[in-house]
């Protein structure tokens, strides 16, 4: 009797042993999976954020083409106290568009900070879309600086003439960013 008791304890733990290591890997095995699938979404979620960034990347140049080529470079000082409203309006959904860049970028950051995939074309996204940021935020500062100078400018001739006619310059919390950390300001002109 005591040795079949030994042998049944001997099979127990043995069995027991045996129930330990097969969880042990299933466990590893379902980590994986899971790690693999986390991964899937991860890369899918970078593609579709990176589509937005893009599209709203190319707004941004589309509207700053038309902001130079259709309202700042027809305005003259003659003009300019009657247009200020629009231009600020103006002004200000270009800004707009900058902070919706600034959402895709958020998103873009918590999904390519701490991954590396196995994707080259996934790589070069989140590579990527910090330099063209940064240059989006450095044109569009830039932009609003030359505004300004004009407004400036503007408001010295009105001064000169003794005219009431001054205008306020625009109004932004952006400054100019090395936002891939390069030491160099894309987008900023000298």
């Known amino acids: 009797m005591v040795f079949n008791l030994r042998k049944f304890a001997y099979s127990m ?3 027991s042993f045996i129930f330990i290591m097969a969880g ?3 466990t590893f095995i379902l980590g994986l999976k ?10 899918s979620e970078v593609q579709s954020v990176f589509e937005n960034f893009s599209t709203n990347t190319s707004i941004f140049e589309d509207y700053r083409e038309n902001l130079f080529n259709g309202i700042l470079s027809n ?19 270009y800004e707009d568009i900058v902070n919706n860049i600034e959402k895709n970028v958020i998103e873009l ?36 600086k030359l505004y300004n ?12 003439i003794q ?15 090395d936002y891939n950390g390069d030491n160099k300001y894309e ?3 000298s």
């Open 13 to 15: 733990m043995t069995l």
């Open 24 to 26: 042990s890997v299933y």
């Open 34 to 43: 899971q790690d693999q699938n986390e991964v899937a979404y991860r890369f």
């Open 75 to 93: 305005t003259y000082y003659d003009a300019f106290y009657k247009q200020d409203s629009v231009i600020k309006k103006n002004l200000s959904n």
């Open 109 to 144: 950051k918590s999904l390519c900070d701490d991954v590396y995939y196995n994707d080259a074309s996934v790589n070069t996204q989140c590579n990527n879309y910090k330099t063209i940021y940064e240059q989006v935020v450095n044109y569009f500062v830039g932009d609003i």
């Open 149 to 160: 100078d004009n407004v400036l400018k503007y408001n010295d001739y009105q001064k000169s």
């Open 163 to 177: 005219s009431s006619f001054v205008i306020s310059n625009y109004v932004t919390n952006k400054n100019f960013i």
């Open 187 to 189: 987008g900023k002109e």
